[in-house]
């Protein structure tokens, strides 16, 4: 099982950028798949997430300028990066919780992917 975080790259300050996570071996529990994002020093936290439902939360710094969306048959969340400010520059990581046949159903991390918001 292997969550694949992709996407990052440079953009520039007021750009816009889609990272996408996507499972394979395995497929998103009905729990909450997240992005979050970490720079050095600081703690990792939480951009956005969204439930198999669709039903979405967001960071106060992200909030009206970042979508998350999901699509559950290709197995993959979305994060529409809009409006970006060069304090969104960090390493990008997905999580989610993976069911997979014969393998116990865990929590996995992404191997994250860099966002630079240049000004």
């Known amino acids: 099982v292997q969550l694949q975080a992709s996407g990052g790259g440079l953009v520039q300050a007021g750009g816009s950028l889609t990272l996408a996570c996507t499972a394979s071996?395995?497929?998103?529990?009905?729990?909450?798949v997240g992005w979050y994002r970490q720079t050095p020093g600081k703690q990792r936290e939480l951009v956005a997430q969204?439930?198999?439902?669709?039903?979405?939360t967001y960071g106060d710094s992200v909030n009206g300028r970042f979508t998350i969306s999901r699509d559950n048959a290709r197995n993959t969340v979305y994060l529409q990066m809009a409006m970006a400010k060069s304090e969104d520059t960090a390493v990008y990581y997905c999580?989610?919780?993976?069911?997979?046949?014969?393998?116990?159903?865990?929590?996995?991390w992404g191997q994250g992917t860099q966002v630079t918001v240049s000004s």
């Open positions: 071996g395995g497929i998103f529990s009905r729990n909450a």
């Open positions: 999580n989610a919780e993976v069911v997979a046949v014969q393998i116990r159903t865990k929590w996995y």
């Open positions: 969204i439930t198999r439902e669709g039903t979405t």
